[in-house]
C-alpha cells in the first residue's frame, strides 16, 4: 500500500496551534479578566509600571505580600510572543496571594517589533531588575516563575537564571520547529538559530523543578509539547510533576489560579 507523503495543507498546520479559534467566546474571559485586573492593580498603584529597561514595554507590576520574604510568584503572559500585555492578567495572582505571597508580573516588547530572541533576554531583564530591586519594593523572597501558553516558553526559559528557585509551564509551547509552518511566524520570523536555541526541549535540562501542566482539553500539539518536555526532563534526571487539568481547555486552565486551593495555585505552593 503506497504511503502518503504529501504535504500538510496550510490551513490544518495553522489550526493545530489556533487556540482562539478552538475555544470560541475566550476573549469574553479575558476582557472580563482586564477590567477586574484594573481594580486590582489601582490598589497598588505604587508598584505598578515600575521600569526595568529602556523599551516602552519593560515595565513590571509588583503585588507585594504579607512579608518581604515571601515567595515571589514572577508571571510572563501569553500570546503567541505578539499579543496581549501585563496588565489583563493581575487577576492570575488571587491564588498565591491569598497564601501571602507577592506577585510580580514584567511585560516585554511583542513581535514583530522584537524578535524572540529579544523578548527571551528581556525576560531575563526583569530578572534581574526583579533580584537586585525587588527587596525596596518589598518583594525580597524565593523567585516562582510561570507563564501560560507563549509564557510557558518563556518561563522554562527563565529557570536557568540564579534567582529563580523554581517554575510551572503552563500550556507551554517547548519545540519551536512546526510554528515555522504557521501562520505564527509572519511576525516571529523564527531563524533556525532561534528554533535551536530557544526551543527548551533541544536544550539540557535545568535542575531546578519545572511542573508541567496542560488542560486535557486542548489542542493535540499543545498536549504533545507537554509531554514531551516533561519527558525529556525525567530522562535528565530533573524534578517536576506533570499535571493535566481535567475538562480545562486552553484558557480555562487558567481558572485553576484564581482560587486559594485551585489545582494550579497547589502546583505552585509546592513548588515553594
Same mark, same amino acid.
Given at each position: 500500500?503506497?504511503?502518503?507523503?504529501?504535504?500538510?495543507?496550510?490551513?490544518?498546520?495553522?489550526?493545530?496551534?489556533?487556540?482562539?479559534?478552538?475555544?470560541?467566546?475566550?476573549?469574553?474571559?479575558?476582557?472580563?479578566?482586564?477590567?477586574? +485586573?484594573?481594580?486590582?492593580?489601582?490598589?497598588?498603584?505604587?508598584?505598578?509600571?515600575?521600569?526595568?529597561?529602556?523599551?516602552?514595554?519593560?515595565?513590571?507590576?509588583?503585588?507585594?505580600?504579607?512579608?518581604?520574604?515571601?515567595?515571589?510568584?514572577?508571571?510572563?503572559?501569553?500570546?503567541?510572543?505578539?499579543?496581549?500585555?501585563?496588565?489583563?492578567?493581575?487577576?492570575?495572582?488571587?491564588?498565591?496571594?491569598?497564601?501571602?505571597? +507577592?506577585?510580580?508580573?514584567?511585560?516585554?516588547?511583542?513581535?514583530?517589533?522584537?524578535?524572540? +530572541?529579544?523578548?527571551?533576554?528581556?525576560?531575563?531583564?526583569?530578572?534581574?531588575?526583579?533580584?537586585?530591586?525587588?527587596?525596596?519594593?518589598?518583594?525580597?523572597?524565593?523567585?516562582?516563575?510561570?507563564?501560560?501558553?507563549?509564557?510557558?516558553?518563556?518561563?522554562?526559559?527563565?529557570?536557568?537564571?540564579?534567582?529563580?528557585? #523554581?517554575?510551572? #509551564?503552563?500550556?507551554?509551547?517547548?519545540?519551536?520547529?512546526?510554528?515555522?509552518?504557521?501562520?505564527?511566524?509572519?511576525?516571529?520570523?523564527?531563524?533556525?538559530?532561534?528554533?535551536?536555541?530557544?526551543?527548551?526541549?533541544?536544550?539540557?535540562?535545568?535542575?531546578?523543578?519545572?511542573?508541567?501542566?496542560?488542560?486535557?482539553?486542548?489542542?493535540?500539539?499543545?498536549?504533545?509539547?507537554?509531554?514531551?518536555?516533561?519527558?525529556?526532563?525525567?530522562?535528565?534526571?530533573?524534578?517536576?510533576?506533570?499535571?493535566?487539568?481535567?475538562?480545562?481547555?486552553?484558557?480555562?486552565?487558567?481558572?485553576?489560579?484564581?482560587?486559594?486551593?485551585?489545582?494550579?495555585?497547589?502546583?505552585?505552593?509546592?513548588?515553594?
Amino acid at each position: 500500500m503506497p504511503i502518503d507523503v504529501s504535504p500538510v495543507p496550510q490551513d490544518l498546520r495553522d489550526a493545530a496551534y489556533n487556540n482562539g479559534q478552538a475555544v470560541p467566546g475566550w476573549g469574553e474571559k479575558f476582557a472580563r479578566w482586564t477590567e477586574e +485586573s484594573a481594580a486590582i492593580r489601582a490598589r497598588h498603584a505604587a508598584t505598578m509600571d515600575l521600569p526595568y529597561g529602556p523599551r516602552e514595554r519593560n515595565r513590571i507590576d509588583l503585588f507585594p505580600g504579607v512579608s518581604p520574604d515571601a515567595p515571589c510568584l514572577v508571571y510572563f503572559h501569553g500570546g503567541y510572543w505578539m499579543r496581549n500585555s501585563r496588565d489583563m492578567f493581575a487577576v492570575l495572582g488571587e491564588g498565591v496571594t491569598a497564601h501571602g505571597w +507577592s506577585v510580580a508580573i514584567p511585560g516585554y516588547t511583542l513581535a514583530p517589533d522584537a524578535s524572540l +530572541s529579544d523578548i527571551v533576554a528581556e525576560c531575563g531583564a526583569a530578572l534581574d531588575w526583579l533580584t537586585a530591586s525587588g527587596v525596596r519594593h518589598g518583594v525580597a523572597g524565593p523567585l516562582i516563575v510561570s507563564g501560560w501558553s507563549a509564557g510557558g516558553h518563556l518561563a522554562a526559559m527563565a529557570l536557568s537564571h540564579p534567582g529563580v528557585r #523554581a517554575g510551572l #509551564a503552563i500550556s507551554g509551547l517547548f519545540e519551536l520547529a512546526p510554528l515555522r509552518d504557521t501562520y505564527l511566524d509572519e511576525k516571529l520570523k523564527l531563524t533556525m538559530t532561534e528554533i535551536a536555541d530557544l526551543s527548551p526541549l533541544r536544550r539540557p535540562a535545568v535542575m531546578k523543578p519545572l511542573a508541567i501542566t496542560y488542560g486535557d482539553e486542548e489542542l493535540p500539539a499543545l498536549v504533545a509539547n507537554s509531554h514531551a518536555m516533561h519527558a525529556a526532563r525525567a530522562r535528565q534526571g530533573a524534578a517536576g510533576d506533570l499535571i493535566p487539568i481535567a475538562r480545562a481547555d486552553h484558557f480555562s486552565i487558567l481558572d485553576e489560579m484564581r482560587t486559594r486551593d485551585g489545582a494550579l495555585t497547589r502546583a505552585l505552593l509546592a513548588l515553594a
